[in-house]
Structure formats: structure tokens, C-alpha cells
């Protein structure tokens, strides 16, 4: 399984698309259109930040077991990241300590459950869609999702600042997996068929060198 990494907007739907495509195999999406908890998350944070966690630790839970059965399915975000989502809220005050308690304790205990509820506990690859804050925000008002627009709520800048800032260390010390980063500013694999070439040639080599692509 390849696990894509990255901000709000960083490119990982898109990728998943891209690069299980080009392997011929899954992309599992997060659950975010069709997700109930998200948009009262936004309107009233401290309410909801618990509920939506354990609401995406469920999804996510049930994509790994999914994703898992076969090499080279694409997950669109990672586990772990659910836990900076929701570790940071809680620094936030949106969340008490008691909830953040019973939410590692699910996590973990989950985790410990995977060796048998999927093939392997760890993913094959991670590979990290590295966005800067502008780039973030370009994305952001280009998709359109309304409750993430800035201009709903003038908090939202600082939010997407602490989150690149979590990431930026959370790469760094991240080591379930072999981990590659890719400059998400840089390359327009979006719009830009050289782009895309070159992401998916990365994305291959780094395959190759793990077994996991002929
Ligand atoms: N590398 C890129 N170059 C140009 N545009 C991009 C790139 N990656 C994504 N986009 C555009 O940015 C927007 C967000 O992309 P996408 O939904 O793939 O991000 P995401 O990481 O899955 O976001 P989220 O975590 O919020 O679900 C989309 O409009 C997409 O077309
Ligand atoms: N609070 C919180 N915890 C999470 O684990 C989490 N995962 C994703 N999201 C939000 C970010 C995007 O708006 C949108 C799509 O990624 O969903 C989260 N929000």
C-alpha cells in the first residue's frame, strides 16, 4: 500500500487518482463530500472536534483494511495524520484531555489490530505532498469547498499556518515506512502532463527500489 501525505489541499486526491492509474490498481479517498461531521466541525470547532475524529479514525480504519489486500493500492492520507489533526485541536482547547486520552488509547489499540484485520501493519511507501502557505491557500480557494474558505472565518489563516508548521515535523520524525517528499509548489501534475511524468517516474523509482514494482 502507498500512503500520500500533505496539508489541506496539497494534491493528494488528485495524486491518488494519478498514480493508481498509472499502477493499475485502488486509490481509497477520503471521506470529505459525503462526510456529515466536517461542516459542523467548521462552524463550531470545540463542539465537534472529537465526533469528526473518531468519525475519520472509522473511515480511515475501514480504507487500510480495504487497501491493504493488495501492493500498490493508494490510501489518500494517513492514519498518523489523523492523530496531527486532532493532537493539535486539542492544543487549540477544542478538545478535553479525557477525550484525547480515550482517542490514543482507540488509536492504539485499533493499530494493534491491524497485523490481523489487513495484510501488513505498515504501509509499503509514504510518499509527502510538501505545500508552502500560499500555494495551501491558492488550492483551497480554487477547489471551493465553502468551509474552508478564509472568509468564512477569520481564524482559518492561523489554523493552515500551524498545520504546514505540525507537518513540516511530523515528516521529519515520521519512520513507520520508507517515506519519499515531493515539492507539491514545484510540480503541476495537475495541469501539466511534463509534471505529471515526472511525479509518477519519482513515485516508480522509489517502487522499484522497494520490490514492489517490476
Ligand atoms: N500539483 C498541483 N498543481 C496544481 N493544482 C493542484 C495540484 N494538486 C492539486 N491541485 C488542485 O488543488 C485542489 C486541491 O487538490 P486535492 O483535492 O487533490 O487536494 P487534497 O490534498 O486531497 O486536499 P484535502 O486534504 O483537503 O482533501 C484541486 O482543485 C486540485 O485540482
Ligand atoms: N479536524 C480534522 N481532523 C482530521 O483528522 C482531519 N482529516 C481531514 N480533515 C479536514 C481537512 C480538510 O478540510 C478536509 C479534507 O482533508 O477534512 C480533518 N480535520
Redesign the pocket.
Known sequence: MIVLS??????????AKLLSEHLGTEAFY?Q?DNNPVLPLFYKDPKKYAFLLQIYFLNKRFESIKKAMVQDNNVL??SIYEDSLFFHMNADMGRATPQEVKVYDELLDNMMQELPYAAAKKTPDLLVH?DISYDTMIH?IE??GRSY?QPEQDPTLPEYYHQLLDRYDGWYDDYDYSPKMKLD?DK?????NPE?RQKVLDLIDEQLRQRGTLD
Open positions: 500533505g496539508a489541506i489541499g496539497a494534491g493528494k486526491s488528485s495524486l477520503e470529505v489518500d492520507r505532498l488550492r480554487k477547489r474552508e507539491g510540480y503541476d501534475f495537475v495541469e509534471d
